[in-house]
């Protein structure tokens, strides 16, 4: 742990089978920390935190330092969910050196709806007045949206011993999604939310209900930033669906004039096209779903392994869509060879699946 990480926690984790653990977390942090391996131990490195494993016969140490306490406690938050979704069904235990109080979450705090409006006939913007800008100063771009049920006062969630949230229950249960923060204005103390709207019957979607009904003055809880954010890239490929398209836009507009960006998204048709404005070199394509040819299952997909084949050496690959979708782009991606630090690839949503389950 270097000097800039002053402020340290320890814990023990005992998954059934400690290496195949191991290799989990460094299969999934390689895309989003610097990742440091040997035959015991493993280093997780970013410009939050330092976490560190070692490996022993029936637990893995884990050792996490930060530079101020909030940062120690949602790296705690962080890390615990990851075990316990990596561990499954599986028994597992995780016990820290200093148990996580039950306390809100240090980076939860309240936010007010000022107004939503149309982007597109199928992209409401919602805008909130969070009570501390400061998080989303030159921060990460991803937040937690925590939306009370009914007319009752809102109960926000607290911290279990482990580090994980434990979440309100019965009528006192929370809407949680995660959204891209579009756009920040520190003068005003506003930031905005781009929600798609899903246009196929049948679909449940309480996220894009919230963005259409909510009314100016709704009290809301959010969590974060965290994650994501424009890759350090001379160039740069991005490729996703509507519910990529704000962080996609947003990055692209945040990017240098030295920056080459190539982005492929995939909309219904031409009224979802957005205008993005860059200094960055860009060039956009946009596929319309409702004019691909019968038969073809993922027009995103293909046109993005086209890309892939004529981008040069070194390119940043950033993609994020449907669930299926993501996993035969990045099995495309690891088929190359291409290098797991050069490349992001997230699922935001399942075809067929309520966000809840």
């Given at each position: 742990m270097n000097a800039s990480h002053s402020f340290e926690l320890s814990g023990i984790a005992r998954p059934v089978n400690v290496?195949?653990?191991?290799?989990?977390?460094?299969?999934?942090?390689?895309?989003?920390?610097?990742?440091?391996?040997?035959?015991?131990?493993?280093?997780?490195?970013?410009?939050?935190?330092m976490i560190e494993l070692l490996t022993k016969r029936d637990h893995l140490e884990i050792r996490i330092a930060c530079g101020s306490d909030e940062e120690l406690e949602s790296t705690r938050t962080m890390f615990a969910e990851h075990l316990y979704y990596f561990a499954g069904e599986e028994p597992f235990s995780l016990d820290w050196s200093k148990p996580?109080?039950?306390?809100?979450?240090?980076?939860?705090?309240?936010?007010?709806?000022?107004?939503?409006?149309?982007?597109?006939?199928?992209?409401?913007?919602?805008?909130?007045?969070p009570e501390d800008m400061t998080p989303f100063i030159d921060g990460d771009i991803h937040v937690r949206l925590l939306v009370p049920q009914g007319a009752r006062p809102p109960v926000w969630p607290t911290l279990r011993a482990d580090g994980r949230i434990d979440w309100p229950k019965g009528e006192d249960k929370l809407l949680v999604r995660v959204y891209t923060i579009r756009s920040v204005d520190e003068d005003k103390g506003q930031i905005t939310l781009d929600i798609f709207q899903h246009p196929a019957?049948?679909?449940?979607?309480?996220?894009?209900?919230?963005?259409?009904?909510?009314?100016?003055?709704?009290?809301?809880?959010?969590?974060?930033?965290?994650?994501?954010?424009?890759?350090?890239?001379?160039?740069?490929?991005?490729?996703?669906?509507?519910?990529?398209?704000?962080?996609?836009?947003?990055?692209?507009?945040?990017a240098s004039p030295e920056t080459e960006i190539k982005a492929i998204i995939e909309v219904e048709d031409e009224a979802e096209e957005q205008p993005i404005s860059?200094?960055?070199?860009?060039?956009?394509?946009?596929?319309?779903?409702?004019?691909?040819?019968?038969?073809?299952?993922?027009?995103?997909?293909?046109?993005?392994?086209a890309a892939i084949d004529n981008m040069e050496a070194g390119t940043f690959v950033w993609f994020a869509a449907e669930k299926s979708v993501m996993r035969n782009v990045k099995a495309y991606l690891a088929a190359r060879g291409h290098d797991r630090k050069r490349q992001y690839a997230a699922w935001y949503w399942e075809e067929g699946k309520h966000a809840d389950d």
């Open positions: 290496e195949v653990m191991l290799d989990e977390i460094c299969e999934h942090f390689v895309e989003h920390a610097e990742v440091s391996r040997t035959e015991d131990k493993a280093v997780f490195t970013s410009s939050h935190a996580a109080p039950k306390v809100k979450p240090a980076n939860l705090q309240e936010a007010v709806v000022i107004s939503t409006s149309e982007v597109t006939p199928r992209m409401l913007r919602v805008t909130l007045a019957k049948g679909i449940i979607t309480p996220g894009a209900d919230f963005a259409r009904d909510t009314l100016p003055g709704t009290r809301v809880g959010i969590m974060g930033p965290g994650g994501g954010g424009l890759p350090q890239a001379d160039r740069i490929l991005f490729a996703g669906d509507e519910t990529a398209l704000p962080a996609i836009a947003r990055m692209i507009e945040e860059s200094k960055a070199r860009i060039s956009i394509e946009w596929l319309h779903r409702s004019s691909r040819s019968e038969g073809t299952t993922s027009l995103l997909a293909e046109r993005t392994k």
